[in-house]
Each structure stands twice: as structure tokens, then as C-alpha cells.
């Protein structure tokens, strides 16, 4: 992901002035390396309140969240706050394939500023650990 497809902030240089001690900025950095992320809202937070409500949905099989986890696959917000999710699952025969994707729209949709939300399940590409974030791949031993 290149950073003119999203609008989260570039992580900031320790040595930079104001950077604090940056474990704050670390942490809400660590983004799936699969995950793509616009937004044309006018609220500069909306994107980060958005994936900060869509990690607290958690896969019942594995404990870590389904962000971190590499099933989210896109998050686009249009101009008008309209919340687009693309996500997977970690198998087609998952047996939450029929829950998830409406846990994943209901946390979203109760982020405020949000105007709707659309999650399509998708299969390409099939996920893998490699889609996971750093900080789950540490959680799970997966180096």
C-alpha cells in the first residue's frame, strides 16, 4: 500500500520534534500489510475510528481481532461517510461464515459519523499468516 492510497499518517521518526515516545503512534500504525485504505470524508479521524470499531470484533477460533488478523481486506469511506468493507474469512467453510460479516457491518455502522456500511465477503486472494499484522503474526509465535 503506497501512502497516497491512505490517509493514515506516516509513522513519525523518534527523532523528530513532538514525536513523544512513539509507542502510541507504533501501535496504531501496525496495519495488515494486505489492507487498503482511502477516505474522502471530510472527518480526518472517521478512518481510524473505523478500524479501531472493526477491531473489536474478535475471530471466535483464534483470540486475536479480525483487523489484526489479516481479514479485512479494504476499508473505503466515501465523501458522503458511506463506509465500503471488503473482508474474508480464514476458510470458506468457517463456521462463522454467516455471523462475521454482520458483526464486521454493526461495528462499523455504530462508529459515529458513519452514514451506511456495505461489507462484501470476498475469496481472492485466499488468506494466509502472511496477510496478518506484525504485532498478531508476535501474538500467534508466527515469525
Known sequence: MSSTESNIPAPVSPDAPD????????????H????????ASSDATLLERVI???REVYDPEIP?????L???YR???DGESQV???MTLTSPMCPVAGSLPGEVE???RGVEGVAEVVVDLVWDPPWGPEVMSEAARLELGIF
Open 19 to 30: 514525536a513523544g515516545d512513539g509507542a502510541e503512534d507504533a501501535k496504531s500504525q501496525d
Open 32 to 39: 495488515p500489510p494486505s489492507v487498503s485504505l482511502t477516505s
Open 52 to 54: 479501531a470499531g472493526v
Open 64 to 68: 486475536l481481532n479480525i483487523y489484526d
Open 70 to 72: 489479516g481479514l479485512i
Open 75 to 77: 476499508v473505503d469511506i
Open 84 to 86: 465500503q468493507i471488503d
Open 106 to 108: 454493526m461495528a462499523a
